[in-house]
């Protein structure tokens, strides 16, 4: 890719929304290989694949961030990619997931409140870097688990065109 402006960005209509519906989660394959089109979209995956479990949310309590690290000294740019997930209701079952994500090397799919999907981990894969599992204090605090998986990245999230050349599992 040339280092060349070719483009502007010119304002849409004022109909976005922010927030993530759901995210998909599988184990991170370095066999994963991945169609990209003209305009970066993934259109197609091959290689090693791997089955993705979905992980529903709530409203507004999914968030998927992006942040370009750049450095003029260094001559280097890399994309940082957090995603925040609250999974509600603690028991076993949530504290033994809370363990798998916490060790696990991942690959991860969003899914935002536009229906756009997103891939993040595309060649390094995700990480675990905080969670807490707790009960809340008063009655409309949360009881369950706040998790962040971290992915870093040569250039930003790949949007998927169809989401149906994935492998999704309730």
Not at 118 to 141: C, E, H, P, S
Request: hydrophobic content about 35%; overall charge negative; charged content about 15%.
């Amino acid at each position: 890719m040339a280092c060349l402006l070719t483009t502007g960005y010119q304002l849409g209509c004022r109909d976005s929304i922010g927030g993530i519906q759901e995210i998909y989660i599988a184990n991170f394959s370095s066999g994963a290989t991945y169609s990209l089109d003209a305009n970066d979209n993934i259109t197609g995956v091959g290689g090693v694949t791997a089955s993705y479990y979905t992980f529903e949310q709530e409203m507004e309590t999914g968030q998927f961030d992006q942040t370009g690290e750049y450095s003029t000294e260094m001559g280097t740019v890399f994309f940082t990619q957090d995603v925040t997930v609250m999974l509600h209701k603690n028991d076993a079952a949530l504290r033994n997931q809370l363990l798998v994500l916490s060790q696990a090397n991942m690959s991860v799919i969003i899914l935002d409140q536009r229906g756009e999907y997103w891939l993040i981990g595309y060649q390094n894969g995700v990480r675990t870097t905080a969670g807490a599992m707790n009960t809340g204090k008063a009655f409309g605090d949360m009881n369950g688990v706040t998790i962040t998986l971290q992915g870093k990245e040569p250039e930003p999230a790949y949007r998927i065109d169809d989401i149906s050349i994935f492998t999704i599992t309730v």
